[in-house]
């Protein structure tokens, strides 16, 4: 049966975990109060999601769900960051089969998705456009002729509004199907009508280290990771790994494992009991030796002391 939900969030962790469709990771980059909100629709076969977050981040996404997933800017804004491939207002990216990458945000940023499961996409494909819209191994960037991204993106935003205004019309089979099925379209005739343009080695072997750069830090989920291990287990020189680090990430790779822990060591005092545990033993945990500086640190970053994220929200 066709459903829709809107949810808003103030944590970055709960709004990461509900993004449809793929393992999500999100790391705040700059100082503030984060603020997130999702979209989600799902019509017989079509799975959408508009989303929105107001603060500067680094994402990683990763999935092998069996779906044909694009993704597009929902809204005027800063480009978006995808495995050091900028994507603007006016292009789509199309995800490989088994996804995993990098997108990174300058500021305020609303974008969205689609997906169908895989043989379905081929199917439309080849009876709308008579194309093959199988996704291949890699990501992919498209800019549809401006006509045919102007309507997807109008289609979707008005989908959105109808699951914030009237979701009872969402639920209803009839109405679900025809909004449906103009999606299918409109997003075919984006996918069909433009040439991805010639292949780059350099970036797709960029991709793979980034890849391997990811699946090295995923193996350490809760614990510090430091940069000598790092460049062994990717198998690139620390030079390498910088340069693909800006591409995808928008700096080093040491300013990023500082972030990440420092969103770990977060994560870990929110979840703590200030009764047993102390910001010393958590900091400690995360590699933080100076914990002046970690303290500092923590509230450019977060907005509030260690302490108060330990005790959590007054009652």
């Known amino acids: 049966m066709p459903s829709s939900a809107v949810r808003s969030y103030t944590d970055p962790d709960d709004y990461a975990t509900a993004i ?3 393992k ?9 109060n984060f603020s997130g909100k999702i979209t989600r629709i799902d019509f017989h076969r079509l799975w959408m999601q508009r989303l929105s977050e107001n603060l500067p981040r680094i994402m990683h996404s990763s999935s092998d769900s069996g779906r044909a ?15 050091g491939v900028a994507v603007d207002c006016n292009s789509i990216a199309r995800l490989g089969k088994e996804h995993s990458y990098f997108q990174r945000s300058s ?3 609303c974008w969205g998705s689609l997906s169908l499961p895989v043989k379905e996409m081929q199917s439309v494909g080849a009876a709308i456009a008579g194309s093959d819209l199988t996704p291949s191994d890699n990501e992919v960037i498209i800019t549809p002729p401006p006509a045919a991204m102007a309507k997807l993106q109008r289609l979707h935003a008005e989908a959105g509004r109808l699951a914030e205004s009237a979701p009872e019309l ?6 679900a199907r025809g909004l449906e099925q103009a999606l299918i379209h409109a997003l075919v005739t984006c996918l069909s009508k433009v040439d991805p343009g ?10 793979k280290i980034m890849r391997r750069f990811h699946a090295a830090i995923a193996e350490h989920p809760d614990e510090a990771i430091y940069i000598p ?4 287990t990717v198998g690139v020189p620390e030079r390498t790994l910088r340069q693909c680090c800006y591409e995808s990430l928008g700096m080093g790779p040491k300013r990023y494992l500082l972030l990440r822990r420092m969103n770990l060591a977060r994560q870990a005092l929110r979840k703590a009991d200030a009764a047993v545990t102390t910001v010393t033993d958590i900091a400690v945990h995360f590699g933080f030796w100076n914990f ?3 303290a500092t640190e923590f509230k450019a970053l977060f907005g509030e002391v260690p302490s108060m994220t330990l005790r959590g929200p007054a009652s």
């Open 20 to 22: 449809r469709g793929s």
């Open 24 to 32: 999500t990771a999100l790391t705040v980059v700059n100082r503030g």
């Open 69 to 83: 997933i694009v993704s597009f800017h929902t809204q005027p804004g800063p480009d978006l960051i995808r495995a």
């Open 107 to 109: 500021g305020l940023t």
């Open 170 to 175: 969402i639920a209803n089979a009839d109405v």
């Open 198 to 207: 010639p292949d780059s080695s350099a970036h797709h072997r960029h991709e």
């Open 229 to 232: 291990d790092l460049c062994t």
């Open 292 to 294: 002046g500086r970690f």
